[in-house]
């Protein structure tokens, strides 16, 4: 929509983030049944531009648990509303925490890849939680 979206006609970064949260809290939240928050964005790619008048499709999945912690991928696909042309627009990984009554992060059930879609990206999640680690190892 035009407020939503700069002098130029394309979609603010910041809005495409929000919905991204969004999505990806309800992906986490649906797989663990628990309140959920945000612990990290841990990549946001900008692939192509959404303008205004574009439909946007967004979709997240759960590529990986840990044991309080689920990494969520997101999908933002821009679909032009005459043609059904879809191009992804903007990539994302988020990692979010599952929480327990009392606000604390609590244990999260494993998830089981089957498809080998779903393996590939449980396997490249495994990769970026295992880069993630190290890397928090090497700053402190």
């Not at 979609?11 to 649906?30: C, L, T």
């Not at 879809?86 to 990539?91: F, K, L």
């Not at 929480?99 to 604390?104: A, I, S, T, V």
Request: charged share 25%; hydrophobic share 40%.
């Amino acid at each position: 929509m035009p407020h939503q979206a700069n002098p130029y006609g394309t979609a603010f970064g910041g809005v495409i983030m929000a919905w991204i949260d969004m999505i990806a809290a309800m992906s986490a939240q649906r797989h663990c049944g628990k309140e959920v928050v945000t612990a990290s964005i841990d990549s946001l790619s900008f692939k192509e531009p959404i303008r205004v008048g574009d439909h946007v499709v967004l979709k997240a999945s759960v590529n990986y648990v840990g044991r309080t912690s689920m990494e969520v991928g997101v999908l933002v696909i821009r679909e032009d509303p005459y043609s059904a042309k879809q191009v992804i627009a903007t990539t994302a990984h988020l990692t979010f925490v599952a929480l327990d009554e009392d606000k604390r992060p609590c244990p999260v059930a494993p998830i089981l890849p089957e498809t080998a879609d779903e393996k590939r990206r449980y396997e490249n999640a495994k990769l970026r939680v295992q880069a993630r680690k190290e890397l928090l190892k090497k700053m402190n």
